[in-house]
C-alpha cells in the first residue's frame, strides 16, 4: 500500500519502528497532493519546504535514539483560520491577502512540540460562515465522493483532504457543526470538543462564545490521536479550563455495555430525509448488540436553536471582525480619500456576500432598538436549551442523532435559498449553543454519499464519545471505504 494510505497511528508506528522515515511520509503526501489537489481544490497552501526540513529534523532525532511520542512524526493539515507562524491566514478571504501570521496559534505549537508536521493550510467558506465550501474567496473545493458535490462547510476542505488521502489528519474549527458536518459529508471522523477544551489562541474569531477548534481523522482513533495533544488549558486563553486531557486514544473499548443513550424525538421528524433516517435507524441496532441502551428523549427547544445560532452568532461576528479595516491586515484598498472612505471600501471591497450579510445581521440585532428584542431574547433561549440538554444527559451518557438531515447536496444547490443552507446545521449548531461536545462517524451511504452518525455527550465527556464512536466504527466497515474520484 501506498504510504498516504496509511492512517495516522498506523504511520506512527511504522515511524516508531523505523520502517519508515518521517521524511519519506511528508513526501508522500506531497506527492499526492500535486497529483490530485487540482481536482479536489482543498489546500491553498502547501508548506513543502517548512513541512520536509522539520521531517528531516524529526528523522534526526531518530538517528540519536530518540522515540518520537506524541503524533510521532504524522502530518496535519491546518484550516486557514488557525494561525501558523510564517504562513497566510486568510480565513478564506480576500481582505486578509498577503497577510502572513507572525506567531503560532497555541494548537499550532502544540501540533509541532507533540511531533507534527504542518502540511499547509486549507480552503474553507470565508470567515468560517458557510455549510458548503461555496463562500471562499479562492477556490472551489470539491466532495471526494463525488466532484458534482459539496465538501460540506466551513472546514469542508479540512474533511476533504483527509477523505481523499492528502492529509492523515486535519485541524478544522466550529462554531456551528463546520467540523462535524464537513466530516459527515466526506465518511471522515470529526469531533467538536467541549467549549473550553483547546485553546482558541491565535484562532481567527467568528463567534465568540461558540468557537471551538475540532480535529478530523480517518478513524476515531486518529482523531482521539489528534485530539489529546492538542487539548488543555492555556493561560493565553481564559476560556480554557484546568481539567486533565484523558489519553482518549487508550480506551477504546468494543463493548459498552450499560451505556445509555437517547434518541431526541424532534431530531426525527420533518426535513430528516428518509434514508438517512433508514441509516441511523440501522446504527441503533449495532449500538444495542454492543450492548448500549437505546431510548428515546425529548429536546423541545430544538425548534429555536437555529434562530437563536444566528442571531447570537452573527452579533458576535459583527464585533469581531470589525478589526478588519484595511488598515491592521492584509488587503487595502487602493485611490481612498480619507481614513473613513478607506475603512468603507477595503471593508466593501474585501469582505465576500455572506459575511456582509452576517455583518448586517449582527449589527441589526445589537442596535438599540433591536437589543432586547432579539439579542437578548436570543440570550434567554440559549439558556433554556442548556437546560434541556441537562435534563436529557442527567440520565443519558449520550444523545444520538443524524450529523446533518441530509447527505451532501450539489453546488448551487442551496445558494439561492439561505435558509435551506442554513437548515443542514439543524443538529449541529444546538450543541455549540449548549458548548457541548459532539463527534460524527461514518454509518453508511446514501445515493453513494456518506452519512454520519452524531454522538452529543455531557461537557469533558469526550472519552465517552470516542469510545461510543469506536465501537460503532469496530462493528461496522464504513471507515474502510475509499472515496471514488481520486
Ligand atoms: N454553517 C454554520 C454557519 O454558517 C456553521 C459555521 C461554523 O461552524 N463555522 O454559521
Known sequence: MELHKYKAHELKAMIKNKEVKVEEVTKAFIRNISKIDEKIGAYLHVSEEEALNSSKALDEKITKGEILEGLGGVPVAVKDNISVKGMQNTCGSKILQGYISPYDATVTKKIKENNGIILGKLNMDEFAMGSSNENSAFKKTVNPWNEMYVPGGSSGASAASVAAFEAPLSLGTETGGSVRQPASFCSVVGLKPTYGRISRYGVVAFGSTLDQV?????????????????????????????????????????????????????????????????????????????????????????????????????????????????????????????????????????????????????????????????????????????????????????????????????????????????????????????????????????????????????????????????????????????????
Open 214 to 486: 475540532g480535529v478530523i481523522g480517518r478513524d476515531v482513533e486518529d482523531c482521539a490521536l489528534l485530539a489529546q495533544n492538542i487539548s488543555g488549558i492555556d493561560n493565553k486563553d481564559y476560556t480554557t479550563v484546568n481539567i486533565p486531557v484523558q489519553a482518549y486514544k487508550n480506551n477504546l473499548v468494543k463493548d459498552i455495555k450499560g451505556k445509555k443513550i437517547g434518541i431526541p424525538v424532534e431530531y426525527f421528524g420533518e426535513g430528516l430525509n428518509d434514508n438517512v433516517r433508514k441509516t441511523i435507524d440501522k446504527a441503533i441496532k449495532v449500538l444495542r448488540e454492543n450492548g448500549a441502551e437505546v431510548k428515546e428523549c425529548s429536546l423541545p427547544l430544538t425548534q429555536y436553536a437555529l434562530a437563536a445560532y444566528y442571531i447570537i452568532s452573527s452579533a458576535e461576528a459583527s464585533s469581531n471582525l470589525g478589526r478588519f479595516d484595511g488598515v491592521k491586515y492584509g488587503y487595502r484598498s487602493k485611490d481612498t480619500e480619507d481614513v473613513v472612505d478607506l475603512y468603507f471600501k477595503s471593508r466593501s471591497e474585501g469582505f465576500g456576500k455572506e459575511v456582509k450579510r452576517r455583518i448586517m445581521l449582527g449589527t441589526y440585532v445589537l442596535s438599540a432598538g433591536y437589543y432586547d428584542a432579539y439579542y437578548k431574547k436570543s440570550l434567554k433561549v440559549r439558556n433554556l436549551i442548556i437546560q434541556d440538554f441537562q435534563k436529557v444527559l442527567n440520565d443519558f451518557d449520550a444523545i444520538l442523532s443524524p450529523t446533518s438531515p441530509t447527505p451532501a447536496f450539489k453546488f448551487g444547490e442551496k445558494t439561492k435559498d439561505i435558509l435551506s443552507m442554513y437548515l443542514s446545521d439543524i443538529y449541529t449548531v444546538p450543541v455549540n449553543i449548549a458548548g457541548l461536545p459532539a463527534i460524527s462517524v461514518p454509518c453508511g451511504f446514501v445515493n453513494n454519499l456518506p452519512v454520519g452518525l452524531q454522538f452529543i455527550g455531557n461537557y469533558f465527556s469526550e472519552a465517552t464519545l470516542f469510545n461510543l464512536a469506536y465501537s460503532y466504527e469496530s462493528s461496522t466497515d464504513w471507515h474502510k471505504f475509499t472515496a471514488q474520484i481520486i
